[in-house]
């Protein structure tokens, strides 16, 4: 549905977006992850023929987005990062507005803009004027925006920001629910909601695609280690050596100071489950066994890895 | 079509929500109305010293001298409000961001242009509307001719599709509303002050820059003669302007 071949953006001398290619299948959700700076904006600026790229091609639904941008610009439902409001205007007639340029007939107009509104959870701001609502809800009409006119593709850069919990989690499974019909891509610095929400991940960071992978994916990419956290009633330094001896164990770090219960990280062989193993070497030495938990590496600690493997 | 439509209606209903709107329409009208009463008092006054001297002089053209003064000063307070009808047209677009959604939605830079430009020759027409009330006021002291009346405000009108073309044309290029008034008004007056300058020049010198004044066109119109070269004048100057704005626009998606 979408595929971006060696896109590259210079800005005044300085590539904002370098030689980025991916493809986008229809019907999927894609993230898109990055530090702030990183070009992610960029990129879907491109991809919604807001501006051109200096070199390289994106097709969307199979049309140039530079030779063809009105054929892409009809298929296209575009959240920016500053959602496009006029504050003087009603929601309603703002979401009327955009329905016309985009082209929706005019009799199912108002039951499209009702239906839009009902998804978004802004029915009950219809008829308040767009500059006095609150950051939250200005992001939600944004949102709403996006949806008119049911497009193929939308691109929304940094849906959920600004949303409360309640809502975050509310556009989130709009998100998810669109999937299938409608290709997404989305940009995000919340690396929760890309493991909740995309069925794929590109991360960026100085304009240049890092890594391109499924969020489970990119986690076991970045496992070198099983990891367990305990927490023991003994002193650090003799539960890190009664530990170290354990069959299977590359390492341990304990911190504590003397009387408080000791931290404890415990690396293990990978596919190895040694939580029973530790929880018998501890408790048969007679310490307390306060805390035992494996860690998962997060989205988060590839995101950090990798960003910082780069500089 | 229909999106020009959208485009005209959206920037309308703005137009009547914003203050600078009203405060336009209430300064312009509050001074043509000024000067409308000035210059009829005036008149009036000067042709009664003139019968007081000489029962037997010419009957002045009371209703024919006021028009054409009052068209003349409605030309210049359209050089200040002008500007103001449209510096936000494309810089407010910019400013808010809005530009991103109507440079990627399915419409085309034509009909944004169009939408754009249409509404404020329709709030000027507006204005135009508002003044003709005082100035029909004119009908009971006598009967001005209709040539001059039609011919002054399709001088006018066409005067202000010049000007707006060429601010509208100046919105494009910042995302300062301030900015995008300045610099029109700058330019306009330039093209004003033109004629001034026109009076120490020779030759070739000085109908080249008689040409280019945007108010010298405009005197034959006052009078009520309707010369295509005049027409011709006003509507290449907005076309130029319509022009700039599109390349202006366009440039947005060109690769650099
Ligand atoms: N209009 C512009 N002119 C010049 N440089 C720009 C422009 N827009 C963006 N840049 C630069 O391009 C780079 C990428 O910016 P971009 O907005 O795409 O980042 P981003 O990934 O969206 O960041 P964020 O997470 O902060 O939104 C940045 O270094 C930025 O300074
Ligand atoms: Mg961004």
Request: charged residues 20%.
């Amino acid at each position: 549905m979408i595929e971006v071949e060696h896109l590259t953006k210079v800005y005044n001398g300085r590539k904002a977006v370098e030689d980025i290619s991916f493809r986008v299948e229809k019907g999927e959700i894609l993230g898109f992850l990055g530090p702030n700076g990183a070009g992610k904006t960029t990129t879907m600026r491109i991809l919604t023929c807001y501006m051109p790229a200096t070199e390289g091609t994106a097709r969307v639904a199979g049309y140039d987005v530079f030779e063809e941008s009105l054929e892409v610009r009809k298929r296209i439902g575009y959240l920016p990062e500053n959602p496009p409001l006029y504050h003087e205007m009603t929601v309603y007639s703002y979401l009327d507005f955009v329905a016309r340029i985009k082209g929706t007939p005019p009799s199912k107009r108002k039951s499209h803009i009702d239906d839009v509104m009902q998804r978004t959870n802004i029915g009950d701001v219809r008829g308040r004027v767009i500059g006095r609502l609150s950051k939250g809800y200005k992001q939600r009409v944004g949102v709403a925006q996006a949806l008119l006119n049911n497009p193929e593709v939308l691109v929304l850069d940094e849906p959920t920001i600004g949303l409360d919990p309640k809502q975050i989690f509310e556009v989130r499974s709009l998100i998810k629910h669109l999937a299938g019909d409608h290709t997404v891509i989305l940009s995000t610095h919340i690396l929760p909601e890309v493991s909740m929400t995309c069925n794929r991940v590109v991360i960026i960071n100085n304009g240049k695609v890092v890594a391109m992978d499924t969020p489970e994916g990119l986690a076991n990419q970045m496992k070198g280690a099983e990891r367990v956290a305990l927490l023991v009633d003994g002193p650090a330094e003799a539960v890190r050596e009664k530990l170290l001896a354990v069959e299977g164990v590359l390492d341990v770090k304990a911190e504590g100071i003397d009387g408080s219960p000791s931290k404890v990280t415990v690396e293990c062989r990978l596919n190895t489950d040694l939580r029973r193993t530790l929880a018998a070497a501890v408790v048969n030495q007679g310490w307390g066994l306060l805390e035992l938990r494996g860690i998962s590496v997060s989205l988060e600690d590839v995101f950090i890895n990798l960003i910082t493997k780069e500089e | 079509m229909r999106n020009t439509l959208a485009i005209w209606q959206r920037e309308m209903k703005s137009y009547f929500v914003s203050p600078i709107a009203y405060v336009v329409l209430t300064v312009f009208l509050f001074l043509s109305g000024f000067f409308f009463y000035s210059i009829l008092t005036a008149v009036i006054q000067s042709t009664m010293m003139q019968s007081q001297f000489g029962p037997g002089s010419q009957p002045v053209d009371v209703p024919g001298i006021v028009s054409r003064s009052f068209f003349g000063t409605t030309s210049v307070v359209l050089l200040f409000m002008i500007p103001m009808l449209t510096m936000g047209l494309f810089a407010e677009e910019k400013r808010r961001g809005t530009m991103e959604l109507l440079l990627t939605s399915p419409v085309s830079i034509l009909q944004v242009m169009m939408g754009k430009y249409l509404a404020s020759l329709t709030f000027l027409v507006l204005m135009f509307l508002g003044s003709g009330i005082t100035f029909s006021s004119l009908f009971i002291f006598g009967h001005p001719e209709w040539k001059t009346v039609l011919g002054g405000y399709l001088g006018l009108l066409l005067y202000g599709c010049a000007l707006l073309a060429l601010g509208l044309f100046i919105s494009t290029l910042t995302e300062n509303q301030i900015v995008s008034v300045v610099i029109t008004f700058g330019t306009i007056l330039v093209l004003w002050l033109i004629e001034s300058f026109s009076s120490g020049a020779t030759g070739v010198a000085k109908d080249v820059l008689d040409y280019l004044s945007v108010i010298g066109h405009l005197d034959d119109f006052i009078k009520g003669v309707i010369d295509t070269s005049h027409v011709i004048y006003y509507v290449t100057f907005a076309l130029m302007g319509l022009f700039l704005t599109y390349r202006s626009l366009e440039s947005l998606r060109w690769k650099s």
